[in-house]
C-alpha cells in the first residue's frame, strides 16, 4: 500500500489524466442532544470530524491531521439550520435537525479519507456543547487530471464568494485581510503545484480587481480572536 499521505508533486508519474485525483463527500449527521454552535463553526467542525475519525482509526486519523501544509484535504464549517442567537452570538441546533460536513480530499489523502469516513455512520460527534449521530457519508464527486485540466468556458471574469472568515499569512507572519489577486491566486497556485504537480496557469501580475463587497468580522478560536473577512469579489483576467 502506498504511503497515506505521499503528496502528488512527489510522484507526478501516478496522476495519468484517467486517474481519480480529488473526492468530495458529505457527511450527514442528525442532532441527538440540542445544543449550541458559534457563529462561525470551520475549527468547532474539524475537530468534531477528527475526533470521530480518530475513534475508529486513530493511526490514520493522526497521519491525516499531522500532513505537512498545504493539507491534501478540505473540512467545511457545519452545513445547517439552528436558531440564532443575536446576543451572544451562537445558533441553536435543535433535537432530530440535520447538518453536513463537506470534506474533500486529493492525490493520496482521498484514499486515507474514504477508508476513515465509511467507518464513520453511527458514530457520535461532539460538536461544541450539541452531540449528533452520524447517518450516511455520500460521495457527491470524483475528480479526475483530465477533469483539472479540460479547458474551461471562456471567460474575462470570475466571482469569488468568501463565505467563511478568510486571512492571509503574509511572509513575515502578519495577515493580509484584502483579498488581493497576488494573495488568492497565489496561495492557490502554489497549492496546486505543490500537491497536484502541475503550474497553476495564470499569469497572477495580469488579474486585477474589478469589483468586491466585503467586510471584517471578528472570530474566536481556540484561546485567542482573529479578524478575517467575508464577502465576494470580482476578478478580471486579460483576454487570450
Given at each position: 500500500?502506498?504511503?497515506?499521505?505521499?503528496?502528488?508533486?512527489?510522484?507526478?508519474?501516478?496522476?495519468?489524466?484517467?486517474?481519480?485525483?480529488?473526492?468530495?463527500?458529505?457527511?450527514?449527521?442528525?442532532?441527538?442532544?440540542?445544543?449550541?454552535?458559534?457563529?462561525?463553526?470551520?475549527?468547532?467542525?474539524?475537530?468534531?470530524?477528527?475526533?470521530?475519525?480518530?475513534?475508529?482509526?486513530p493511526?490514520?486519523a493522526?497521519?491525516?491531521?499531522?500532513?505537512?501544509?498545504?493539507?491534501?484535504?478540505?473540512?467545511?464549517?457545519?452545513?445547517?439550520?439552528?436558531?440564532?442567537?443575536?446576543?451572544?452570538?451562537?445558533?441553536?441546533?435543535?433535537?432530530g435537525?440535520?447538518?453536513?460536513?463537506?470534506?474533500?480530499?486529493?492525490?493520496?489523502?482521498?484514499?486515507?479519507?474514504?477508508?476513515?469516513?465509511s467507518?464513520?455512520?453511527?458514530?457520535?460527534?461532539?460538536?461544541?456543547?450539541?452531540v449528533?449521530?452520524?447517518?450516511?457519508?455520500?460521495?457527491?464527486?470524483?475528480?479526475?487530471?483530465?477533469?483539472?485540466?479540460?479547458?474551461?468556458?471562456?471567460?474575462?471574469?470570475?466571482?469569488?464568494?468568501?463565505?467563511?472568515p478568510?486571512?492571509?499569512?503574509?511572509?513575515?507572519?502578519?495577515?493580509?485581510?484584502?483579498?488581493?489577486?497576488?494573495?488568492?491566486?497565489?496561495?492557490?497556485?502554489?497549492?496546486?503545484?505543490?500537491?497536484?504537480?502541475?503550474?497553476?496557469?495564470v499569469?497572477?501580475?495580469?488579474?486585477?480587481?474589478?469589483s468586491?463587497?466585503?467586510?471584517?468580522?471578528?472570530i474566536?478560536?481556540?484561546?485567542?480572536?482573529?479578524v478575517?473577512?467575508?464577502?465576494?469579489?470580482?476578478?478580471?483576467?486579460?483576454?487570450?
Amino acid at each position: 500500500m502506498d504511503p497515506p499521505l505521499v503528496k502528488a508533486a512527489e510522484h507526478p508519474e501516478i496522476l495519468p489524466k484517467e486517474s481519480p485525483v480529488a473526492q468530495e463527500w458529505n457527511v450527514i449527521a442528525r442532532v441527538v442532544r440540542r445544543g449550541s454552535v458559534p457563529q462561525w463553526t470551520g475549527s468547532v467542525a474539524m475537530a468534531a470530524l477528527f475526533a470521530a475519525m480518530q475513534r475508529v482509526e486513530p493511526e490514520l486519523a493522526d497521519a491525516l491531521h499531522s500532513a505537512s501544509p498545504p493539507k491534501p484535504y478540505t473540512i467545511s464549517p457545519l452545513i445547517a439550520s439552528g436558531i440564532r442567537d443575536e446576543v451572544r452570538g451562537k445558533y441553536y441546533l435543535e433535537d432530530g435537525s440535520e447538518l453536513s460536513i463537506r470534506v474533500t480530499g486529493i492525490g493520496h489523502a482521498r484514499n486515507v479519507l474514504d477508508a476513515l469516513l465509511s467507518r464513520l455512520p453511527r458514530q457520535l460527534m461532539l460538536i461544541d456543547s450539541a452531540v449528533a449521530e452520524v447517518v450516511a457519508i455520500d460521495t457527491t464527486r470524483i475528480v479526475s487530471m483530465g477533469d483539472l485540466l479540460t479547458e474551461p468556458p471562456p471567460s474575462s471574469t470570475a466571482r469569488m464568494r468568501f463565505r467563511t472568515p478568510t486571512a492571509f499569512r503574509r511572509s513575515d507572519g502578519s495577515l493580509q485581510l484584502l483579498p488581493s489577486p497576488e494573495a488568492v491566486f497565489g496561495s492557490i497556485s502554489k497549492k496546486w503545484e505543490v500537491l497536484l504537480g502541475q503550474p497553476l496557469d495564470v499569469e497572477i501580475d495580469t488579474v486585477v480587481v474589478r469589483s468586491y463587497r466585503i467586510r471584517t468580522v471578528p472570530i474566536d478560536l481556540a484561546g485567542y480572536r482573529m479578524v478575517g473577512f467575508i464577502g465576494t469579489v470580482d476578478y478580471t483576467f486579460p483576454p487570450e
